[in-house]
């Protein structure tokens, strides 16, 4: 896979769709304009559901879209979305990095990264290991079983990262420089091998 390639591609594919988006959010009200309808209330009301609803889909890719994350001080600062979410993961405290696959909205795989970590440190979302999370997630919650068998005493918190498309690749690979302590399954190590194949990391 060309992840390089899929990643421009990705970028490529958000501006154009943003673009598209705006020239018929314009173009729309211009016809009615151009056409002398724009006091028909039918046809203004029909316009105003369209302009929302273009709205809305921008709104969604873009917050589908963001990831953006940076390394210090032994923190992983990651932003998500567009409201800016904030997650502050403690390197040295992560467990385990997963990975799981599904299909996204246009049915194109994709991949969820799932972080299990000792510290929650004032993260909103980063979430105490509860029933439903065990149920939804086999593989981690056989980890989390055999770490609760060792500590008994910890207790162990979550977060899954599905935003970010081909972005999730890089975030891996500094999941994996940084969180020195965590394991990670197979599926996350052929992820961060396919990148580092591509762009040459030694």
Excluded: W
Excluded at 39 to 57: D, K, M, R
Excluded at 96 to 101: C, D, F, G, Q, T
Excluded at 159 to 171: A, D, E, H, V
């Amino acid at each position: 896979m060309d992840l390089n390639k899929g990643l421009r591609n990705q970028k490529r594919s958000y501006k154009r769709f943003v673009m598209i988006m705006s020239f018929i959010f314009i173009l729309l009200p211009l016809i009615l304009y151009l056409y002398n309808k724009i006091n028909n209330i039918f046809y203004i009301s029909y316009l105003i559901v369209i302009e929302v609803l273009i709205i809305i889909a921008i709104i969604i890719r873009t917050d589908r879209e963001k990831l953006e994350f940076k390394y210090s001080n032994n923190r992983l600062r990651i932003v998500l979305g567009i409201l800016n979410k904030k997650l502050n993961i403690v390197c040295d405290k992560v467990a385990l990095v997963h990975i799981e696959k599904f299909n996204n909205i246009y049915d194109v795989e994709d991949f969820s990264i799932i972080i299990l970590t000792t510290s929650k440190f004032r993260n909103k979302r980063i979430i105490k290991v509860n029933e439903k999370f065990l149920k939804l997630h086999n593989y981690a919650a056989k980890f989390y079983y055999k770490l609760k068998k060792i500590s008994p005493e910890k207790d162990f918190y979550y977060t899954i990262i599905k935003r970010g498309g081909f972005k999730k690749y890089y975030l891996l690979d500094a999941l994996y420089r940084t969180c020195v302590y965590a394991h990670f399954t197979e599926e996350c190590i052929e992820k961060i091998k396919e990148l580092r194949k591509e762009i040459e990391i030694d």
